[in-house]
């Protein structure tokens, strides 16, 4: 039996051909009784395919709003939350965890950036740093026993200046909890497998025929809404 059976997902806007691509995967790779879970504010229409759709009344701000969806789930399994614009190639399973663990994907060398000259003024903090150093764990794959770890980071990003509950604000608090001495246990997984950066459809087509057989794509860059429409119809044809 498998210890992974939920898979929840948070996107707001009329338009949601990106989440529907990536149910589309999650649902070729695991079939039509596994349980994903849809995360929005009251507006957002249902994206086909999901097994629920909580719509919330949310924070303006994106960054707050995503805390809010994440926090609001009821879960009482391990459940994977993802970001929408990923695929999923193929079915896997991810351990149990224990009651304070928090399953993450580190920023490897392919992720790591140099932040912007044009931030520093909005984000002080992060002049002449690397993403590595100020946001080490990519949010876009979080594998928890329970929303805790959300429900921490909403109320300390609630705290925090507008500017980081409009951008970079999940990533900076969840390295705060993450860090914190005795608080969180962190469960680190494979970025390459289960966060792998894809941009274009050609990337995709070799890592899935890459032996070390890659779960999960996230795609990047200014063409990721096509390469990713064209990935998925390599996926299911």
Request: hydrophobic letters at 40%; a positive charge.
């Amino acid at each position: 039996m498998n210890t992974l059976n939920h898979i929840a997902f948070f996107w707001v806007g009329p338009d949601v051909t990106i989440p529907a691509m990536l149910v589309r995967s999650i649902r070729a790779a695991f079939g039509p009784h596994f349980n994903v879970h849809q995360l929005s504010n009251r507006e957002t229409p249902t994206v086909a395919g999901v097994t629920t759709h909580k719509k919330l009344k949310l924070s303006p701000h994106i960054m707050v709003a995503r805390l809010e969806a994440y926090a609001a789930l009821s879960i009482k399994e391990p459940t994977l939350f993802l970001d929408a614009d990923m695929l999923v190639l193929r079915p896997f399973d991810l351990p149990p965890l224990t009651e304070n663990e928090v399953g993450v994907t580190r920023r490897g060398e392919r992720d790591t950036y140099v932040i912007p000259e044009r931030d520093w003024a909005e984000f002080p903090e992060f002049a002449g740093k690397d993403s590595a150093q100020v946001m080490p764990y990519i949010f876009s794959f979080m594998y928890v026993p329970s929303t805790l770890v959300f429900l921490r980071q909403l109320n300390r990003l609630r705290k925090l200046p507008k500017r980081f509950q409009r951008w970079y604000g999940d990533q900076v608090t969840l390295k705060r909890e993450l860090d914190a001495p005795g608080r969180f246990t962190v469960r680190n997984f494979d970025i390459d497998i289960y966060n792998r950066t894809v941009r274009s459809r050609w990337e995709f087509e070799e890592l899935r025929a890459a032996p070390e057989g890659v779960c999960i794509t996230h795609f990047k860059g200014p063409d990721g809404k096509p390469a990713m429409q064209e990935s998925l119809a390599v996926l299911i044809r």
